[in-house]
């Protein structure tokens, strides 16, 4: 439905209209319209957000049902970004999520291992706090060396491909599956041979508009045919979300407030998410400046104080009622580049306003995630969704590092740094990143002022 109440009151590069002030409130079909489009790709990347149902059954022993509860309001909750004024496409913190179980994996299951959880994401949740509160986090953006932003890219996208091509990975579970749905997606999302097939071909142009939704389902659906996926059990009627049972077994309110102790010891986790969040912060920060750069008929404005304010929230709610491994991260790079790939190739008339694309794809995935035969005939291709997200995660961190960096002096910092942060963590590669930055890029020797 492309028809809502504002439609064409935006003045060109004017801001899309909003209520309440700062708050910048925008409600659907009054301030943004329904896209189809990114509502069934967000309704078939549902499988996305399912993937970690695995990771959270296995580390925190608690139900599949409990743990599709715990993402189905994870996933409405995303929807606070684009209703208040923040135009990131959030996600969780995906690189950490290795980290994070490794981290867990220390303490004995049960209460203590959810109160070590609980601990971490209350951090996380106060870090975005603090730096939001004080205004510091667009002065952290804007001060941290290209040099770094690019090494914190790289790792990003190191860690990300890594992770799904290593011994015992998606990818050695689903070859077929993931290497074809890889190569359909990239084409269709960065080639340059589609650029002109969009231009050509009208039934190309329409089917480009689902980014890897499209991709995915032909994966997934191959996959079924030669065995390598599982063919799924169809149940019907809406998802049960146990609720009260999701809180007595996650909820800081019923398993206690963790030990000081616990918090000293997730606080060097806590700061490497960040780090590794803030990678996220930087691709949504490119990726919608080139977005703004290519539509001129619309200003939409990043805000990292705003982006940290809602990101904290969600944290501080989650640790207080049900702890959630993933955590609540700024940005899903993947979902960031499917949006504002679509909005980019859009003209006003096939697109009025950013909003309406931005919101459509969560309010997809989330509705998705209720219905019950969608969610069992997608569960067999969890993996699958979960892999093509990452290495998308991968392929756009990496392109971006080096669109930054302007000489070789940089190139090689930011090559160094990520390839520490992959393999040794967020820390590491930090402090590496400094170092080398201070050392060869910051003339700690100035020129003599005598030499012409």
Same mark, same amino acid.
């Given at each position: 439905?492309?028809?809502?109440?504002?439609?064409?009151?935006?003045? +060109?590069?004017?801001?899309?209209?909003?209520?309440?002030?700062?708050?910048?409130?925008?409600?659907?079909?009054?301030?943004?319209?329904?896209?189809?489009?990114?509502?069934?790709?967000?309704?078939?990347?549902?499988?996305?957000?399912?993937?970690?149902?695995?990771?959270?059954?296995?580390?925190?022993?608690?139900?599949?049902?409990?743990?599709?509860?715990?993402?189905?309001?994870?996933?409405?909750?995303?929807?606070?970004?684009?209703?208040?004024?923040?135009?990131?496409?959030?996600?969780?913190?995906?690189?950490?999520? +290795?980290?994070?179980?490794?981290?867990?994996?220390?303490?004995?299951?049960?209460?203590?291992?959810?109160?070590?959880?609980?601990?971490?994401?209350?951090?996380?949740?106060?870090?975005?706090?603090?730096?939001?509160?004080?205004?510091?986090?667009? &002065?952290?953006?804007?001060?941290?060396?290209?040099?770094?932003?690019?090494?914190?890219?790289?790792?990003?996208?190191?860690?990300?491909?890594?992770?799904?091509?290593?011994?015992?990975?998606?990818?050695?579970?689903?070859?077929?599956?993931?290497?074809?749905?890889?190569?359909?997606?990239?084409?269709?999302?960065?080639?340059?041979?589609?650029?002109?097939?969009?231009?050509?071909?009208?039934?190309?142009?329409?089917?480009?508009?689902?980014?890897?939704?499209?991709?995915?389902?032909?994966?997934?659906?191959?996959?079924?045919?030669?065995?390598?996926?599982?063919?799924?059990?169809?149940?019907?009627?809406?998802?049960?979300?146990?609720?009260?049972?999701?809180?007595?077994?996650?909820?800081?309110?019923?398993?206690?407030?963790?030990?000081?102790?616990?918090?000293?010891?997730?606080? +060097?986790?806590?700061?490497?998410?960040?780090?590794?969040?803030?990678?996220?912060?930087?691709?949504?920060?490119?990726?919608?400046?080139?977005?703004?750069?290519?539509?001129?008929?619309?200003?939409?404005?990043?805000?990292?104080?705003?982006?940290?304010?809602?990101?904290?929230?969600?944290?501080?709610?989650?640790?207080?009622?049900?702890?959630?491994?993933?955590?609540?991260?700024?940005?899903?790079?993947?979902?960031?580049?499917?949006?504002?790939?679509?909005?980019?190739?859009?003209?006003? &008339?096939?697109?009025?306003?950013?909003?309406?694309?931005?919101?459509?794809?969560?309010?997809?995935?989330?509705?998705?995630?209720?219905?019950? +035969?969608?969610?069992?005939?997608?569960?067999?291709?969890?993996?699958?969704?979960?892999?093509?997200?990452?290495?998308?995660?991968?392929?756009?961190?990496?392109?971006?590092?080096?669109?930054?960096?302007?000489?070789?002096?940089?190139?090689?910092?930011?090559?160094?740094?990520?390839?520490?942060?992959?393999?040794?963590?967020?820390?590491?590669?930090?402090?590496?990143?400094?170092?080398?930055?201070?050392?060869?890029?910051?003339?700690?020797?100035?020129?003599? &002022?005598?030499?012409?």
């Amino acid at each position: 439905m492309a028809w809502y109440v504002l439609k064409g009151y935006r003045k +060109p590069g004017d801001e899309q209209p909003y209520l309440g002030g700062g708050l910048k409130i925008r409600l659907p079909f009054i301030h943004y319209p329904f896209e189809f489009p990114d509502f069934l790709q967000g309704a078939i990347l549902c499988v996305v957000p399912m993937g970690v149902t695995a990771a959270m059954t296995e580390v925190l022993g608690i139900p599949f049902e409990v743990a599709l509860a715990m993402v189905i309001i994870n996933n409405f909750m995303y929807l606070l970004h684009t209703h208040f004024g923040d135009p990131a496409i959030a996600g969780w913190i995906t690189p950490a999520i +290795p980290l994070i179980i490794g981290f867990l994996m220390g303490f004995d299951p049960g209460p203590e291992r959810i109160q070590a959880m609980i601990a971490l994401q209350m951090l996380v949740g106060f870090i975005f706090l603090f730096l939001a509160v004080t205004g510091l986090a667009k &002065k952290v953006v804007n001060a941290i060396p290209t040099s770094m932003k690019a090494g914190i890219l790289l790792g990003a996208a190191f860690a990300s491909i890594k992770g799904e091509f290593i011994v015992g990975g998606r990818v050695e579970a689903f070859p077929v599956s993931i290497i074809l749905g890889l190569f359909i997606s990239f084409f269709m999302l960065f080639s340059n041979s589609t650029v002109e097939l969009r231009k050509r071909y009208n039934f190309f142009r329409y089917l480009a508009q689902f980014g890897i939704a499209i991709p995915f389902f032909l994966a997934y659906v191959i996959g079924i045919a030669i065995g390598e996926v599982a063919v799924p059990e169809i149940t019907w009627g809406f998802t049960v979300l146990p609720v009260v049972e999701m809180v007595s077994t996650l909820s800081v309110f019923n398993v206690g407030f963790p030990a000081w102790s616990t918090f000293a010891a997730a606080v +060097p986790l806590a700061i490497s998410a960040y780090i590794i969040a803030f990678g996220d912060v930087l691709v949504a920060s490119g990726l919608l400046k080139a977005s703004d750069e290519k539509r001129k008929d619309e200003k939409v404005i990043w805000e990292a104080n705003r982006n940290h304010y809602i990101t904290s929230f969600r944290n501080l709610i989650e640790a207080f009622f049900f702890t959630y491994l993933p955590m609540a991260g700024p940005q899903w790079a993947g979902g960031q580049a499917l949006v504002t790939n679509r909005y980019m190739n859009a003209t006003r &008339k096939e697109q009025d306003t950013y909003w309406g694309g931005a919101t459509s794809i969560f309010w997809g995935m989330s509705i998705a995630l209720l219905i019950g +035969p969608l969610v069992s005939f997608f569960r067999p291709g969890l993996a699958i969704g979960l892999s093509l997200t990452l290495l998308l995660q991968g392929f756009l961190c990496g392109y971006l590092a080096m669109s930054m960096v302007t000489n070789n002096l940089q190139r090689g910092i930011a090559v160094v740094m990520g390839a520490i942060l992959a393999v040794q963590g967020a820390a590491w590669g930090l402090a590496i990143g400094l170092g080398l930055y201070i050392l060869l890029e910051s003339q700690l020797v100035k020129p003599n &002022k005598d030499e012409v």
